[in-house]
């Protein structure tokens, strides 16, 4: 068992698109755990577009970190050490953890994997936060019911692919935007999406939701924001429903763009626009895990992992987010079990 340990800081405050400066690799001592911690080795590593808010100095709904800081993500791993904590050496636990080889944590703070419900990856992917984002912001926001049409953005994503499979259980039409023909592909071919949007190859927005969505948005799940956003608020039916996720396009713009006022589109439709905060619906998560590891199993649900290897490659797994690279949930494989 190795007696160092890697991990990523936060080197600097990026100004716009972060960058490989933004990420500082340093090597220290193991992390010996206090009473009632254990040291758990990482396994899998989870890299989310949320973490941009996170290196600004400025408000955020997460807790920005500070210059010099460790990076902190959605970890799987292995505990290796016990101090009089509820984990044994050689238990898979998942929490938020460093961006590092090993870490401790309080055993409060770890929620155990069962290995019988999936891959031990997918407890930061469809298992995980993302599956349950789509999960509550579906069911409980957007509100998809049979006979409407579902719109999603980043529909290739680990939120979006989810959301919009489970928009299609309740019986509606739906409507995904991705980055490449390889994306659309995927949802049509292997997600049972009814169409998909490459909005890289689209000039007009509002014109290919007049094709893929004819009469209209009833549920928009919002994952990107920017002008796409903008086109779909134009189709929304009276009674829509707006379920604002992430807001992508944005996170690197170090000014604010001001658009169109969309705002008089709300009047006339009705609609209802609501953010989202997964950890609202933190009481529910076993059954948002339960039905979702359900509807895995039966293959109701597919999913789909992008996995670069190597801690020190984290910082690129991360940067690729924000280029569209991944499809489905983008994580970083540090170690395997028993090593």
Known sequence: MSETNRKFLLAKRPEGT?????FELVEEDRPEPGPGEVTVRTLYLSVDPYMRGRMDAGE????????????QGGVVGEVVESNGASFEPGDVVTGNLQWADYATAKASDLHPVNPDLGPISTALGVLGMPGRTAYF???EVAEPKAGDTFVVTGAAGAVGSVAGQIAKLSGARVVGFAGSDEKVAFLEDDLGFDAGINY???DDYRAALDEAAPDGVDAYFDNVGGPITDAVFTKLNVDARVAVCGQISLYNAEEMPMGPRKLPQLISTRARVQGLLVGDFAPRFEQATRDLAEWVASGEVQYRETVTEGLE???DAFLGLFE????GKQLVKVGERGE
């Open 200 to 202: 890289k190859q689209t």
């Open 324 to 327: 569209g690279e991944n499809i």
């Open 18 to 22: 972060p960058d490989r400066d933004t």
């Open 313 to 315: 490659n984290a910082p």
């Open 137 to 139: 912001g579906t069911r």
């Open 60 to 71: 955020s709904y997460a807790e920005p970190w500070d210059v010099g800081e460790p990076l």
